[in-house]
C-alpha cells in the first residue's frame, strides 16, 4: 500500500505570510494525488488534484495554488494567507488506473492556523 | 451540483451492539461511486467501504455492509457488533471521476 507523508505536522502563521505545505508519496508510481481541506467540524473540500508532474485542476476559486514538480511530490502555497485559510489540510494519493472506484490514501495532516 | 448529507452530527452505540449511519445525496448522473471513511481521534481517514453505483448488490467488509438505495439516493452504514475501536467521525462521500464531495460527518461514540 502507499504511505502518505505531510510536513510540516502543524503551522502557525501570520495573516499576509507565505505558504508552502509538502506532500511526498511512496509505494507507487505516477499516483494522482489531492490536496482537501477539513474546516473545523466540517468534511472534506477538494482543493486540487493532478494526474501528473506539472497537471493540476483546481476544484473552487481560493487564495492557494499546487504544484507538482516530482511524480510523487505535491505542493500547496499561498502568497499571502487570510484568516479564511485555517484549518486541516490532507494530502491524499491513489492509483492511476482504475477510475473513480479507486481507494484515497491519506496522509496525516497539517494543521494550518492563521492569526 | 452534487451535495452529500449526514443528517446525524452524533451517535452513540453500546460495544457489541449494531448502529447505522444515514446518508443522501443528490445527483443527477448513474455512474458514481460512494464511500465510507473513518477518521478517528488520530485525523488519519482510513476507507471503510465502497459501493459501485451500477451494483445493486449491497457491499459487505466485515462487520461493516451498506443498504444502497439508488432511487432514493440514500447509502446508510451498519456497523454490527460495535467495538470500542469503531469510536470516530465517520464520513459519506460521493465521487464521480476526479470529485469527491464529503458529508459533514457523524461522530460516532461506542459505550462500553
Known sequence: SQTIHQWPATLVQPVGSPLSLECTVEGTSNPNLYWYRQAAGRGLQLLFYSVGIGQISS????????????DRQFIL???KLLLSDSGFYLCASE???GGA??????????????? | AQTVTQSQP????????????????DTSES????????????????????QEA??????????FSVNFQKAAKSFSLKISDSQLGDAAMYFCAYRRRY???FGAGTRLTVKP
Open chain 1, 95 to 97: 492509483q492511476n488506473s
Open chain 1, 77 to 79: 502555497s499561498s502568497k
Open chain 2, 54 to 63: 451500477y451494483k445493486q448488490q449491497n457491499a459487505t467488509e466485515n462487520r
Open chain 2, 99 to 101: 470529485d469527491m464531495r
Open chain 2, 10 to 25: 452524533e451517535m452513540s452505540v453500546q460495544e457489541a451492539e449494531t448502529v447505522t449511519l444515514s446518508c443522501t445525496y
Open chain 1, 101 to 115: 472506484s479507486n481507494e484515497q490514501f491519506f496522509g496525516p495532516g497539517t494543521r494550518l492556523t492563521v492569526l
Open chain 1, 59 to 70: 476544484e473552487v476559486p481560493q487564495n492557494l495554488s499546487a504544484s507538482r514538480p516530482q
Open chain 2, 31 to 50: 455512474d458514481y461511486y460512494l464511500f465510507w471513511y473513518k477518521q478517528p481521534p488520530s485525523r488519519q481517514m482510513i476507507l471503510v467501504i465502497r
